[in-house]
T-cell receptor, first 112, second 115 residues
Framework: SQQGEEDPQALSIQEGENATMNCSYK?????LQWYRQNSGRGLVHLIL?????REKHSGRLRVTLDTSKKSSSLLITASRAADTASYFC????????????FGQGTRLTINP | EAGVAQSPRYKIIEKRQSVAFWCNPI?????LYWYQQILGQGPKLLIQFQNNGVVDDSQLPKDRFSAERLKGVDSTLKIQPAKLEDSAVYLCASSPLVGPYNEQFFGPGTRLTVL
């Protein structure tokens, strides 16, 4: 079963704008990760946030985690055409934390 | 560092036929995963190996799917016989860590079409 649910399912913005994607999950987690998948390719790890962290940055990416609401958000600032991809959140449960449960993904399109 | 290798990249078969996928993880990675990704959905874990032992195969349809990881390196995933609903991308991933924080490295996937 898939624990994470991303919102929105699809997002289309202009190049240079910021993109925000949300993820909600159901059970307690050890950590939450975001992955990107370009069309027809495998997934690439973007960022990992631990359950005791609230915010993390990596380049143009900013991830927040609210364990009380069981939700996370991924912000991509100053978007570029190359950011066009599907973005997935994946949760690692407290028990068996090496296992990841992926959400359905958000399809992001950056328009030039 | 070479990434996770998978072959073939594409496979088309008819229902009730058999098919096998191969994965070579990143050198030294102890943990190997096989995922099934149906179009429009996120990856679903089929089986997880640590070295050559199975850690989790709770979502593997064992009546038709099998997987092995001999010598704790390469792995093969087999479907016999295939059904229409097996059409999906099969992703292999590996992870170096034996601990709570695992980043997984994915291969390009094998796109299976069952006719």
């Amino acid at each position: 079963s898939q624990q994470g649910e991303e919102d929105p399912q699809a997002l289309s913005i202009q190049e240079g704008e910021n993109a925000t994607m949300n993820c909600s999950y159901k059970t307690s987690i050890n950590n939450l990760q975001w992955y990107r998948q370009n069309s027809g390719r495998g997934l690439v790890h973007l960022i990992l946030i631990r359950s005791n962290e609230r915010e993390k940055h990596s380049g143009r990416l900013r991830v927040t985690l609210d364990t009380s609401k069981k939700s996370s958000s991924l912000l991509i600032t100053a978007s570029r055409a190359a950011d066009t991809a599907s973005y997935f959140c994946a949760t690692a449960p407290i028990q068996g934390a090496q296992k990841l449960v992926f959400g359905q993904g958000t399809r992001l399109t950056i328009n030039p | 560092e070479a990434g996770v290798a998978q072959s073939p990249r594409y496979k088309i078969i008819e229902k009730r036929q058999s098919v096998a996928f191969w994965c070579n993880p990143i050198s030294g990675h102890a943990t190997l995963y096989w995922y099934q990704q149906i179009l429009g959905q996120g990856p679903k874990l089929l089986i997880q190996f640590q070295n050559n032992g199975v850690v989790d195969d709770s979502q593997l349809p064992k009546d038709r799917f099998s997987a092995e990881r001999l010598k704790g390196v390469d792995s093969t995933l087999k479907i016999q016989p295939a059904k229409l609903e097996d059409s999906a991308v099969y992703l292999c991933a590996s992870s170096p860590l034996v601990g709570p924080y695992n980043e997984q490295f994915f291969g390009p996937g094998t796109r299976l079409t069952v006719l």
